[in-house]
Nanobody
Framework: QVQLVESGGGLAQPGGSLRLSCAASGSIVSINVMGWYRQAPGKQRELVAVITNTGSTNYADSVKGRFTISSANARNTVYLQMNSLKPEDTAVYYC?????????????????WGQGTLVTVSS
Protein backbone atom coordinates (compact mmCIF):
# COMPACT_ATOMS: atom_id res chain seq x y z
CA GLN A 1 0.00 0.00 0.00
CA VAL A 2 1.16 3.49 -0.85
CA GLN A 3 -0.11 6.53 0.99
CA LEU A 4 0.16 10.21 0.16
CA VAL A 5 0.00 12.89 2.82
CA GLU A 6 -0.48 16.51 1.78
CA SER A 7 0.17 19.64 3.79
CA GLY A 8 0.46 23.37 3.33
CA GLY A 9 -3.01 24.44 2.29
CA GLY A 10 -4.81 27.36 3.86
CA LEU A 11 -5.94 30.91 3.30
CA ALA A 12 -3.99 33.39 1.22
CA GLN A 13 -4.71 36.86 -0.07
CA PRO A 14 -4.76 37.59 -3.80
CA GLY A 15 -1.17 38.04 -4.89
CA GLY A 16 0.08 35.96 -1.99
CA SER A 17 1.92 32.65 -1.87
CA LEU A 18 1.48 29.19 -0.46
CA ARG A 19 3.61 26.06 -0.63
CA LEU A 20 2.08 22.60 -0.75
CA SER A 21 3.94 19.43 0.16
CA CYS A 22 3.09 15.80 -0.52
CA ALA A 23 4.99 12.87 0.91
CA ALA A 24 4.59 9.31 -0.34
CA SER A 25 5.16 6.39 1.97
CA GLY A 26 4.62 2.65 2.05
CA SER A 27 5.90 -0.27 0.01
CA ILE A 28 7.31 1.84 -2.79
CA VAL A 29 9.69 0.41 -5.38
CA SER A 30 9.79 3.43 -7.63
CA ILE A 31 7.75 6.50 -8.47
CA ASN A 32 7.48 7.56 -12.11
CA VAL A 33 5.31 10.65 -11.86
CA MET A 34 3.99 12.84 -9.06
CA GLY A 35 1.68 15.72 -9.52
CA TRP A 36 -0.96 18.09 -8.27
CA TYR A 37 -4.56 18.35 -9.40
CA ARG A 38 -7.30 20.60 -8.12
CA GLN A 39 -11.06 20.64 -7.95
CA ALA A 40 -13.03 23.80 -7.44
CA PRO A 41 -16.66 23.72 -6.25
CA GLY A 42 -18.94 22.61 -9.04
CA LYS A 43 -16.06 21.85 -11.40
CA GLN A 44 -14.19 18.76 -12.53
CA ARG A 45 -10.79 17.86 -11.18
CA GLU A 46 -8.06 19.31 -13.36
CA LEU A 47 -4.32 18.98 -13.78
CA VAL A 48 -2.23 21.69 -12.14
CA ALA A 49 1.31 20.39 -12.56
CA VAL A 50 3.21 17.11 -12.80
CA ILE A 51 6.86 16.13 -12.54
CA THR A 52 8.53 12.91 -13.65
CA ASN A 53 11.35 11.04 -11.97
CA THR A 54 13.70 12.57 -14.55
CA GLY A 55 12.63 16.09 -13.67
CA SER A 56 10.40 16.82 -16.64
CA THR A 57 7.49 19.06 -15.77
CA ASN A 58 4.14 20.00 -17.25
CA TYR A 59 1.83 22.79 -16.13
CA ALA A 60 -1.71 23.87 -16.80
CA ASP A 61 -1.75 27.06 -18.87
CA SER A 62 -3.61 28.84 -16.07
CA VAL A 63 -0.71 28.44 -13.63
CA LYS A 64 2.33 28.76 -15.89
CA GLY A 65 4.71 31.39 -14.62
CA ARG A 66 3.06 31.46 -11.20
CA PHE A 67 3.35 27.91 -9.85
CA THR A 68 6.46 25.75 -9.64
CA ILE A 69 6.51 22.02 -9.03
CA SER A 70 9.61 20.35 -7.63
CA SER A 71 10.51 17.08 -6.02
CA ALA A 72 12.89 15.45 -3.59
CA ASN A 73 13.07 12.00 -5.13
CA ALA A 74 15.09 10.48 -2.35
CA ARG A 75 12.30 11.39 0.05
CA ASN A 76 9.44 10.62 -2.39
CA THR A 77 8.16 14.12 -1.86
CA VAL A 78 6.71 16.67 -4.23
CA TYR A 79 6.18 20.38 -3.65
CA LEU A 80 4.03 23.02 -5.30
CA GLN A 81 5.13 26.61 -4.81
CA MET A 82 2.19 28.85 -5.62
CA ASN A 83 2.88 32.55 -6.16
CA SER A 84 0.71 35.42 -7.38
CA LEU A 85 -2.36 33.56 -6.22
CA LYS A 86 -5.74 34.48 -7.66
CA PRO A 87 -9.23 33.89 -6.30
CA GLU A 88 -9.78 31.43 -9.14
CA ASP A 89 -7.00 29.26 -7.68
CA THR A 90 -9.36 28.44 -4.81
CA ALA A 91 -9.88 24.68 -4.79
CA VAL A 92 -9.08 21.44 -3.05
CA TYR A 93 -5.63 20.40 -4.22
CA TYR A 94 -4.91 16.70 -4.56
CA CYS A 95 -1.56 14.99 -4.81
CA UNK A 96 -1.19 12.02 -7.17
CA UNK A 97 1.56 9.49 -7.68
CA UNK A 98 2.16 6.76 -10.27
CA UNK A 99 4.75 4.08 -9.77
CA UNK A 100 5.48 0.54 -8.70
CA UNK A 101 5.21 -0.97 -5.26
CA UNK A 102 4.97 -4.20 -3.37
CA UNK A 103 1.51 -5.67 -2.98
CA UNK A 104 0.91 -9.22 -1.83
CA UNK A 105 4.63 -10.01 -2.38
CA UNK A 106 4.41 -8.94 -6.01
CA UNK A 107 5.62 -5.72 -7.61
CA UNK A 108 2.67 -4.03 -9.24
CA UNK A 109 1.73 -0.63 -10.52
CA UNK A 110 -0.01 1.90 -8.31
CA UNK A 111 -1.92 5.11 -8.95
CA UNK A 112 -2.60 6.79 -5.64
CA TRP A 113 -4.36 9.96 -4.54
CA GLY A 114 -4.01 11.98 -1.38
CA GLN A 115 -6.95 13.19 0.68
CA GLY A 116 -6.67 16.75 -0.58
CA THR A 117 -5.83 20.07 1.01
CA LEU A 118 -7.98 23.18 0.72
CA VAL A 119 -6.51 26.35 -0.73
CA THR A 120 -8.61 29.48 -0.40
CA VAL A 121 -7.57 32.75 -2.03
CA SER A 122 -9.59 35.65 -0.75
CA SER A 123 -9.18 39.13 0.63
Amino acid sequence: QVQLVESGGGLAQPGGSLRLSCAASGSIVSINVMGWYRQAPGKQRELVAVITNTGSTNYADSVKGRFTISSANARNTVYLQMNSLKPEDTAVYYCNAHGKGWKNRVISAFDTWGQGTLVTVSS
